[in-house]
């Protein structure tokens, strides 16, 4: 009966909405655009608002520029000494007159450091594989960029987790803060970089530590998202468990929930880890230096192979780094004593060898300069490979590619631009009000039709609606590619290491590398925005799917087999059902992924909310460049609440809560 | 602590003591702390900045070179953290430059001697296409104009833009001088220089936006449009050239490329203020350069350090006291 009842609603809603949109016009022309002389000024009260924060701001003690440069100071400490001991060497003094008193590692050091923790956390082939990761910095000549980079990114990605963690279990274990912080951690993942980038300069200086900040801000809410799930995920026998044995309160967090989500946390610390080398390339734009700054110098001068050679290079660190805090995860849920075993060289043989290791080369490298730093003239220079096989695609196939590109957009880009740019912003603020009253009931339905209101109300309805189409449009083929691979690839081990690999080459090599010989293949347009988005949005998607689906309790499935489903009936009555939430996770990150790549399209041309906050980036004008951020932001929040409780209705109607 | 302290203390002292003595006394009382120059993204700013940075050791300054976005670095410039940006395009940077120096924190070093040309261009083999180029009325001629177009635009010719921040009033144009294409908008630099690549690859049809001093008008062959030359009373009065009642009935201005400052680099610097003021390098002379290091695949610290050999007169008179 409900059901009836449901479909009339939908059906007059929906009446209605096609009434105004096709007759709306003479009666109520506010209604289909909004009206100018409406818009609220909000660019100019968060202009405001900053500058208070930035001038006037105090606690009485000490001004709010004050704190946040004594962050900075803080997290300054270990910077330097990660960059010294990797890079620069310790030095006295700063800029040209600055006297080196220790050299850096040398590379010798620094590999085997890495395939001595490879050894220890994973043995032989891990060790094997990382070390060699970084041989391919060295060869490939990026040893120094890389150096750079890497140590600002074991500055920034244990504090994105570490923070990330925290603030998921205070949400676990409070719900009221979890409420609060939801919303919080959407924001944090959606308003592009660009837009909140001024304010940080200004807050935390020029330079490493305002990347750090920035990337932590951008790479910690996967983490905290996770986190949250996975403890709620801890069976409840473990629970039990737990108190029965009469853990305190720290002890059940800290011995019994936390290892117990152990494999889940983990793709939080390789979220962390690939969102923070993600980071790298506006990082660099903003005095991080390092290898960010080597891919978009390559190709501001068309130099595709260097770029791409610095893009992997990238990518290089980011699989060793995540490979290896994976395996030393593991082995810290190991027991291991040292029974039997006396003197420190016993007991910590790694420690030991690593020291005397670093004496050796050090004290080598004084004397034999090549032992301190690769040498020039052994780099091998990918030189001009990738570029001429551009240049073959390019000029052999570019009649074909052509065909294809005008095909998409034909048929489904720009119809679908059409028709969303034609809406009336009324019916669509009532038809969003609508769903989410029916799915979710009357606060979520004012929290969605007040967002959407606001980005009318702020005058981007617009350039809202270009955002909608291609992220839209974007998300929609990045999920029915990634569910379909993430099920086949989800059981199958060998094929998922491979995918595995893509995945994490996809979501870390910076989209600027692919993206300009996409524009040469597919000039500049929606077309090669919308590759670039498919191509990073498609990870989550891929890897939540496999995720859910290999987490699927294997008795469950051996009952189903028991009871003679057929592999058909297996996946899609048993294992997709229970993987579902894990799915729409995967989803909401598509989502947010997707809009978060909306700063990076702006760099190829297209209109939309990513190109405003560039526009204001470029102007200086933080509160516009904020007013389209948040914009961004409502869109994702208002996407994320109506997947959820769509989701939350669908289990509940299949009784799986 | 204390100890290690003091030490320091006296290794600065006796580097001061050093510095001192080399460079005379008149850089005494000038902070021995590093001016930091910042570095782009594109090989012209990188010559020019370095040029700067190492005349400036020369006269016994401490310089330290930072990586930074070209607007993102204004936050950096008021607040004392960034000192001197070398390359401030009056084309591409005025709105940032204008917001910044109104703040009163930042100012304007004067110009660089290099000017910004900018305007639209097409590959020579264009030419036979259009035999009227580089005159800009054969653009009128709908058969010329249809050689640009693709599909999207046919029959329109399409003219690649610069990214929308850049301004440069094309749309403007188009309709000013009533000519039949249509304005398609690159997002970065270099998106555009991909596009024309490619296209240059295939010798396909293509117009864009190139400016100079670039890397791009030495490798390829082309030549840049001739529109009615600009004045100011062209982007002011509408009365002025052929199409009486628009603006912009002309070709795009020459730009100064400016070099700008924290404004607290006079007091603290001020010989290496006065050295900044007295930069100029001209068009020609950073071509070549640039042409060096993008095309000749040289590194930009021997293009710089083979430039300080041959002029050594001309620097040496920026740093004189």
Same mark, same amino acid.
């Given at each position: 009966?409900?059901?009836?009842?449901?479909?009339?609603?939908?059906?007059?809603?929906?009446?209605?909405?096609?009434?105004?949109?096709? +007759?709306?016009?003479?009666?109520?022309?506010?209604?289909?655009? +909004?009206?100018?002389?409406?818009?609220?000024?909000?660019?100019?009260?968060?202009?405001?608002?900053?500058?208070?924060?930035?001038?006037?701001?105090?606690?009485?003690?000490?001004?709010?520029?004050?704190?946040?440069?004594?962050?900075?100071?803080?997290?300054?400490?270990?910077?330097?000494?990660?960059?010294?001991?990797?890079?620069?060497?310790?030095?006295?003094?700063?800029?040209?007159?600055?006297?080196?008193?220790?050299?850096?590692?040398?590379?010798?050091?620094?590999?085997?450091?890495?395939?001595?923790?490879?050894?220890?956390?994973?043995?032989?082939?891990?060790?094997?594989?990382?070390?060699?990761?970084?041989?391919?910095?060295?060869?490939?000549?990026?040893?120094?960029?890389?150096?750079?980079?890497?140590?600002?990114?074991?500055?920034?990605?244990?504090?994105?987790?570490?923070?990330?963690?925290?603030?998921?279990?205070?949400?676990?274990?409070?719900?009221?803060?979890?409420?609060?912080?939801?919303?919080?951690?959407?924001?944090?993942?959606?308003?592009?970089?660009?837009?909140?980038?001024?304010?940080?300069?200004?807050?935390?200086?020029?330079?490493?530590?305002?990347?750090?900040?920035?990337?932590?801000?951008?790479?910690?809410?996967?983490?905290?998202?996770?986190?949250?799930?996975?403890?709620?995920?801890?069976?409840?026998?473990?629970?039990?468990?737990?108190?029965?044995?009469?853990?305190?309160?720290?002890?059940?967090?800290?011995?019994?929930?936390?290892?117990?989500?152990?494999?889940?946390?983990?793709?939080?610390?390789?979220?962390?880890?690939?969102?923070?080398?993600?980071?790298?390339?506006?990082?660099?734009?903003?005095?991080?230096?390092?290898?960010?700054?080597?891919?978009?110098?390559?190709?501001?001068?068309?130099?595709?192979?260097?770029?791409?050679?610095?893009?992997?290079?990238?990518? #290089?660190? #980011?699989?060793?780094?995540?490979?290896?805090?994976?395996?030393?995860?593991?082995?810290?849920?190991?027991?291991?004593?040292?029974?039997?075993?006396?003197?420190?060289?016993?007991?910590?043989?790694?420690?030991?060898?690593?020291?005397?290791?670093?004496?050796?080369?050090? #004290?080598?490298?004084?004397?034999?300069?090549?032992?301190?730093?690769?040498?020039?003239?052994?780099?091998?220079?990918?030189?001009?490979? $990738?570029?001429?096989?551009?240049?073959?695609?390019?000029?052999?196939?570019?009649?074909?590619?052509?065909?294809?590109?005008?095909?998409?957009?034909?048929?489904?880009?720009?119809?679908?631009?059409?028709?969303?740019?034609?809406?009336?912003?009324?019916?669509?603020?009532?038809?969003?009000?609508?769903?989410?009253?029916?799915?979710?009931?009357?606060?979520? /339905?004012?929290?969605?039709?007040?967002?959407?209101?606001?980005? /009318?109300?702020?005058?981007?309805?617009?350039?809202?609606?270009?955002?909608? +189409?291609?992220?839209?449009?974007?998300?929609?083929?990045?999920?029915?590619?990634?569910?379909?691979?993430?099920?086949?690839?989800?059981?199958?081990?060998?094929?998922?290491?491979?995918?595995?690999?893509?995945?994490?080459?996809?979501?870390?090599?910076?989209?600027?590398?692919?993206?300009?010989?996409?524009?040469?293949?597919?000039?500049?347009?929606?077309?090669?925005?919308?590759?670039?988005?498919?191509?990073?949005?498609?990870?989550?998607?891929?890897?939540?799917?496999?995720?859910?689906?290999?987490?699927?309790?294997?008795?469950?499935?051996?009952?189903?087999?028991?009871?003679?489903?057929?592999?058909?009936?297996?996946?899609?009555?048993?294992?997709?059902?229970?993987?579902?939430?894990?799915?729409?996770?995967?989803?909401?990150?598509?989502?947010? $992924?997707?809009?978060?790549?909306?700063?990076?399209?702006?760099?190829?041309?297209?209109?939309?909310?990513?190109?405003?906050?560039?526009?204001?980036?470029?102007?200086?004008?933080?509160?516009?460049?904020?007013?389209?951020?948040?914009?961004?932001?409502?869109?994702?929040?208002?996407?994320?609440?109506?997947?959820? #409780?769509?989701?939350?209705?669908?289990?509940?109607?299949?009784?799986?809560? | 602590?204390?100890?290690?302290?003091?030490?320091?203390?006296?290794?600065?002292?006796?580097?001061?003591?050093?510095?001192?003595?080399?460079?005379?006394?008149?850089?005494?009382?000038?902070?021995?702390?590093?001016?930091?120059?910042?570095?782009?993204?594109?090989?012209?700013?990188?010559?020019?900045?370095?040029?700067? *940075?190492?005349?400036?050791?020369?006269?016994?300054?401490?310089?330290?070179?930072?990586?930074?976005?070209?607007?993102?670095?204004?936050?950096?410039?008021?607040?004392?953290?960034?000192?001197?940006?070398?390359?401030?395009?009056?084309?591409?940077?005025? @709105?940032?430059?204008?917001?910044?120096?109104?703040?009163?924190?930042?100012?304007?070093?004067?110009?660089?001697?290099?000017?910004?040309?900018?305007?639209?261009?097409?590959?020579?083999?264009?030419?036979?296409?259009?035999?009227?180029?580089?005159?800009?009325?054969?653009?009128?001629?709908?058969?010329?104009?249809?050689?640009?177009?693709?599909?999207?635009?046919?029959?329109? *010719?399409?003219?690649? *833009?610069?990214?929308?921040?850049?301004?440069?009033?094309? @749309?403007?144009?188009?309709?000013?001088?009533?000519?039949?294409?249509?304005?398609?908008?690159?997002?970065?630099?270099?998106?555009?220089?991909?596009?024309?690549?490619?296209?240059?690859?295939?010798?396909?049809?293509?117009?864009?936006?190139?400016?100079?001093?670039?890397?791009?008008?030495?490798?390829?062959?082309?030549?840049?449009?001739?529109?009615?030359?600009?004045?100011?009373?062209?982007?002011?009065?509408?009365?002025?050239?052929?199409?009486? @009642?628009?603006?912009?009935?002309?070709?795009?201005?020459?730009?100064?490329?400016?070099?700008?400052?924290?404004?607290?680099?006079?007091?603290?610097?001020?010989?290496?203020?006065?050295?900044?003021?007295?930069?100029?390098?001209?068009?020609?002379?950073?071509?070549?350069?640039?042409?060096?290091?993008?095309?000749?695949?040289?590194?930009?610290? @021997?293009?710089?350090?083979?430039?300080?050999?041959?002029?050594?007169?001309?620097?040496?008179?920026?740093?004189?006291?």
């Amino acid at each position: 009966m409900t059901q009836g009842r449901s479909i009339i609603g939908w059906l007059l809603i929906l009446a209605a909405f096609v009434l105004l949109w096709r +007759y709306g016009e003479p009666v109520a022309k506010w209604a289909l655009d +909004y009206p100018k002389t409406w818009t609220i000024p909000a660019a100019k009260w968060i202009s405001n608002l900053l500058k208070w924060l930035l001038n006037d701001a105090t606690f009485g003690l000490f001004t709010f520029t004050q704190l946040t440069r004594f962050i900075a100071a803080v997290v300054e400490v270990p910077y330097q000494a990660a960059l010294s001991l990797l890079s620069t060497g310790f030095l006295s003094g700063r800029g040209s007159s600055a006297i080196q008193l220790a050299p850096p590692l040398s590379w010798i050091a620094v590999i085997a450091i890495v395939g001595m923790i490879g050894h220890y956390a994973g043995g032989a082939r891990l060790a094997i594989f990382a070390a060699g990761c970084f041989v391919f910095l060295a060869i490939f000549g990026q040893w120094n960029s890389a150096m750079v980079t890497l140590a600002s990114i074991l500055v920034a990605a244990p504090i994105g987790v570490v923070g990330g963690l925290l603030l998921g279990l205070a949400a676990y274990r409070w719900p009221r803060f979890d409420a609060a912080l939801r919303p919080l951690l959407d924001l944090m993942q959606t308003i592009p970089v660009f837009a909140y980038l001024v304010p940080i300069l200004f807050l935390f200086g020029f330079g490493p530590t305002a990347a750090i900040v920035a990337t932590v801000i951008y790479a910690m809410p996967p983490m905290t998202r996770i986190t949250v799930l996975a403890l709620r995920a801890v069976p409840s026998e473990v629970r039990d468990l737990g108190r029965m044995i009469g853990c305190t309160r720290r002890q059940m967090t800290w011995r019994v929930m936390v290892p117990s989500a152990r494999d889940s946390l983990m793709v939080g610390v390789n979220q962390v880890i690939m969102l923070s080398l993600n980071m790298v390339i506006i990082a660099s734009m903003i005095g991080a230096g390092g290898l960010g700054f080597d891919v978009l110098a390559a190709l501001r001068r068309l130099d595709i192979g260097a770029g791409v050679v610095a893009g992997l290079a990238i990518v #290089a660190l #980011a699989v060793a780094l995540d490979r290896l805090s994976q395996a030393m995860a593991l082995k810290m849920g190991e027991f291991h004593g040292h029974a039997g075993k006396t003197g420190f060289v016993g007991r910590y043989p790694y420690l030991t060898a690593a020291l005397v290791l670093v004496a050796v080369t050090t #004290a080598i490298g004084l004397l034999i300069p090549a032992f301190q730093t690769y040498p020039k003239s052994w780099t091998v220079s990918s030189g001009t490979a $990738f570029g001429q096989a551009v240049e073959w695609i390019n000029v052999n196939y570019f009649d074909t590619l052509e065909a294809i590109k005008n095909f998409f957009l034909l048929n489904i880009l720009v119809p679908f631009k059409r028709f969303l740019g034609g809406l009336p912003w009324l019916g669509v603020v009532g038809l969003l009000a609508y769903s989410g009253w029916r799915l979710g009931g009357l606060s979520l /339905a004012i929290l969605v039709s007040v967002l959407a209101f606001l980005i /009318a109300a702020t005058g981007q309805w617009e350039k809202a609606m270009i955002t909608v +189409y291609l992220c839209g449009v974007s998300v929609l083929l990045a999920t029915l590619i990634g569910i379909p691979v993430g099920i086949v690839s989800a059981e199958r081990k060998q094929l998922w290491r491979v995918v595995q690999a893509i995945i994490d080459t996809l979501q870390t090599l910076p989209s600027f590398v692919y993206l300009m010989p996409a524009v040469m293949l597919f000039r500049v347009g929606d077309f090669t925005a919308m590759l670039a988005v498919v191509a990073y949005s498609i990870a989550p998607a891929i890897r939540y799917t496999a995720l859910g689906l290999q987490k699927v309790d294997p008795r469950l499935i051996e009952a189903g087999r028991a009871m003679g489903c057929t592999n058909w009936q297996l996946l899609t009555k048993i294992k997709l059902k229970l993987a579902l939430p894990d799915i729409m996770l995967g989803l909401n990150q598509t989502i947010m $992924f997707a809009l978060s790549m909306l700063v990076i399209t702006a760099l190829v041309g297209t209109r939309d909310l990513g190109q405003e906050v560039y526009i204001a980036l470029t102007k200086a004008d933080t509160g516009r460049g904020l007013v389209a951020g948040l914009a961004v932001a409502f869109i994702a929040i208002i996407a994320d609440r109506l997947i959820a #409780a769509g989701a939350q209705r669908t289990r509940t109607r299949l009784g799986l809560q | 602590m204390n100890r290690a302290r003091r030490f320091l203390l006296g290794c600065t002292g006796a580097a001061a003591l050093m510095a001192l003595a080399l460079s005379g006394a008149a850089q005494a009382q000038e902070s021995s702390d590093p001016i930091k120059l910042t570095l782009h993204d594109w090989t012209g700013q990188l010559i020019t900045t370095h040029i700067m *940075g190492e005349v400036l050791k020369k006269a016994g300054y401490n310089i330290e070179y930072v990586q930074a976005d070209y607007l993102a670095q204004f936050a950096g410039l008021e607040t004392g953290d960034l000192s001197v940006a070398m390359e401030m395009w009056e084309t591409t940077g005025r @709105d940032a430059m204008d917001a910044a120096t109104a703040t009163g924190k930042v100012e304007n070093i004067g110009p660089t001697g290099m000017k910004a040309k900018e305007e639209w261009w097409y590959p020579e083999y264009m030419k036979e296409k259009c035999p009227g180029l580089p005159n800009w009325e054969a653009l009128k001629d709908e058969k010329c104009a249809e050689a640009f177009s693709t599909a999207e635009t046919a029959p329109k *010719g399409r003219y690649l *833009g610069g990214p929308v921040t850049w301004g440069g009033f094309d @749309d403007e144009r188009v309709e000013a001088l009533e000519l039949p294409f249509e304005v398609v908008h690159a997002g970065t630099d270099a998106a555009l220089f991909a596009e024309l690549e490619s296209a240059y690859q295939r010798k396909a049809p293509i117009m864009l936006w190139i400016y100079a001093p670039h890397w791009a008008p030495a490798k390829y062959k082309g030549e840049w449009v001739e529109f009615p030359e600009y004045t100011k009373e062209c982007y002011t009065d509408p009365a002025w050239g052929s199409n009486p @009642d628009a603006l912009y009935d002309c070709g795009k201005p020459f730009g100064e490329i400016w070099k700008v400052g924290w404004v607290g680099v006079k007091d603290k610097w001020p010989g290496a203020y006065a050295a900044i003021k007295a930069f100029t390098v001209d068009n020609d002379e950073m071509g070549q350069m640039i042409t060096k290091v993008d095309l000749e695949g040289k590194s930009v610290d @021997d293009v710089v350090a083979e430039w300080m050999t041959q002029n050594e007169p001309r620097w040496s008179e920026w740093i004189k006291k």
